[in-house]
């Protein structure tokens, strides 16, 4: 009989304590062999600085049951890096206070970089013929894992993204003026949840009507061609683009806002290329125009959960304790799918060493051939991530979350 | 018979179409007095122009129904002021048509400048004698209509603002690391809505720790005392400004970023309050700090209607047109307050001359000395007006509102 260990790492999603959930209520049916279950406080930094708490004896029912709707990481995050030489003391440290916890699983819920501190754990037991079983249970809003059909947290986001777009197109068409606006979505190096955004769309050709994604070069005049082109068509135009967009020489096109600008304090000013692209239009076009950056809620919005999405959090986490118990090691849970339409998904466990720190992009033929759409195959892609609801219980006319301070 | 004209004028509100549907309800309920039910399209504007809809032959009962939840102004909106000569030609004109279209009552669903229309078509209709007439339905986010306890609208946007607030509590949470979060939040000459972040919190001394309204001058250096502070007490600050917070000599905080900035364009760059702070922050404190602007989800999002406002959307839509049978003109529909616990309010008819073009701030003793904070009083004011939520109906995963177009 061993303890188990959980972490969260990286940056947070609206289910990422679903998956929690998951490795918690799955341990709980496995007494035989899982005995306590302990969590990470701001996962392997904390850990390494002596803080994690008991779950097992902590959690109510209730408790347990608001780890489906609570965003942020509830055990606290980390943007840790372990060494690369794993000749490093910060290994025997870390295997010293997992035996002294009588640690015989380490359940890690990440993204590509939570998934290397998977793999460097998982390489050092095996120098060291440790028989602890290291998991990754996936989470990112970004959808950018390698070796899974797609990752928990991102339908969440993608469904938060295409209401929140369904939303400011109708507001940005009330008024019988002709206007530009401009919505900038989260993605550095992939457009997934940019790509989401298509899905807003109730007909062809409704808006948002051009959607830019990080993987195909972006051009300003193509652009703004593009932009005056619609304005011809219908009063409001609306256009997505992800943060990430860059040039075709890589150039970030948020750079170009800082080119001549500095702030009131003499450094060169940085704005997003939503920003950027309000200000140009502006001043080439001569148009009413804004630009939103839908910002954090991206990830953490709990009005907005896809129960697709929560539902397979939940798995990823109840798997990653069987593949544990399954004596599996340096895997993280990964979803293949099986069927479209009814959608449907099975899961694998896949070596974390060909996963962490890659990137998977959206497939330029995914992308139309002028790069301002997605087609039709990445939107049948995306529609069965977003699908159902989540009833979060209220209290005193507002969400009522699980605190781990609380406990 | 008469027939009843209605439209919608000003920045759209989550609920404007919820009294919508209760002047469009209330209308058929009174089929001796009132026959058809014309809409006009972007407003006064727009029905100057010749556009109106006919709903009563064209709104199906689910067509009704989705009224109820639907964003953005469902008729169109307008921001246009009638002339201030009541001799002007476009007086005769508008009521020519009236004429023609055998209109009796107007009901002009809007904010303070809405209110200046009802006003002048009411003067207008007395010194011709006409007996149409003309009430004015209540909306804004920013709660700022006088004589009213609050108003359609705003009790949506302040539980999307606190609930918003809390998630990003919780997401600027999960680092072991020191930071400060700035949220900017609507509101150009009042903070009701800003003080509802207050509403965030779920204990004395809780995130957010700080809140600014534009009521209150606002000290930069008394600001960064008081972030230095906050930051000795925890690890995470998350503070909310108005995005019409100014200094005592009256100059918008948000001006100060443009002081010495200029964009790509040669321009001079402004930013918003939050963006500016936070570049204040991370120059002269040196800790890590991000601001969000909440921006236009305030007035538009679906997903955190407060079905108080909503019902209270609907009884100003009825209650105008009660009035309007009872044959008062020239007024708004109000609210008085009856009872605090259980929260009870009452209609009344105010004459509209007496709210249009004034603005209604939130009273000194409402918010702390060092004004950095609200009392408990405003709180108490708030706390009922984000009560009940509403269940969207869905379709393919995203919310299914109503079009216009679509009829």
């Known amino acids: 009989m061993k303890n188990l260990l959980v972490g969260q790492s990286g940056g947070p999603t609206a289910v990422i304590n679903g998956s929690l959930y998951g490795v918690l209520t799955e341990s709980i049916r496995h007494p035989e062999s899982i005995g306590r279950v302990y969590g990470m406080r701001n996962g392997i930094e904390g850990f390494l600085e002596g803080h994690y708490v008991d779950l097992t004896a902590r959690l109510s029912e209730k408790e347990q049951q608001a780890l489906l709707y609570t965003p942020g990481a509830f055990l606290g995050s980390c943007r840790y890096k372990l060494p690369e030489e794993l000749t490093d003391p910060v290994y025997p440290r870390l295997f010293e206070a997992f035996l002294g916890m009588n640690i015989g699983y380490v359940l890690y819920i990440g993204g590509n970089d939570s998934m290397d501190t998977v793999s460097k754990l998982s390489r050092y037991a095996a120098s060291v013929h440790s028989d ?51 919505v900038e979505i989260m993605g550095r190096n992939t457009g997934w949840l940019t790509a989401a955004c298509a899905l807003a769309r109730r007909f062809e050709n409704d808006n948002p009507v051009m959607i830019f994604l990080p993987e195909i070069p972006f051009d300003q005049e193509a652009f703004l061609s593009g932009v005056s082109e619609q304005l011809r068509l219908r009063k409001n135009v609306t256009v997505c683009v992800s943060e990430g967009i860059r040039d075709k020489n890589g150039t970030f096109i948020c750079e170009y806002s800082g080119a001549q600008g500095t702030d009131a304090f003499g450094h060169r000013m940085l704005t997003g290329c939503g920003k950027y692209l309000e200000n140009l239009i502006r001043e080439r076009l001569g148009i009413k125009v804004r630009s939103i950056e839908l910002n954090v809620s991206q990830r953490c919005c709990s009005s907005s959960l896809s129960d697709t999405d ?17 004596k ?10 099986t069927a479209h339409s009814p959608y449907a998904i099975t899961c694998q466990a896949e070596d974390v060493g060909n996963i962490c720190n890659l990137e998977k992009t959206v497939p330029a033929n995914w992308i139309t051939e002028d790069g301002s759409d997605i087609k039709q195959e990445l939107k049948d892609y995306l529609f069965p991530l977003i699908q159902g609801s989540v009833t979060i219980p209220m209290k005193d ?6 605190y781990l301070e609380d406990l």
């Open 132 to 182: 602890i079983r290291f998991i990754g249970i996936p989470k990112t809003i970004d959808n950018d894992l390698v070796l899974t059909d797609h990752t928990p947290g991102f339908g969440s986001a993608a469904k938060y993204v295409a209401s929140t777009v369904r939303e400011i197109c109708i507001d940005a068409s009330v008024y019988h003026t002709e206007s530009v606006t401009v």
């Open 397 to 402: 006319g507002l969400p009522d979350f699980a």
């Open 328 to 337: 599996k090691t340096g895997v993280m849970v990964t979803f293949r799918r």
């Open 310 to 326: 929560l539902q397979e959090a939940v798995l990823a986490g109840k798997k990653g304790v069987l593949f544990a118990l399954d």
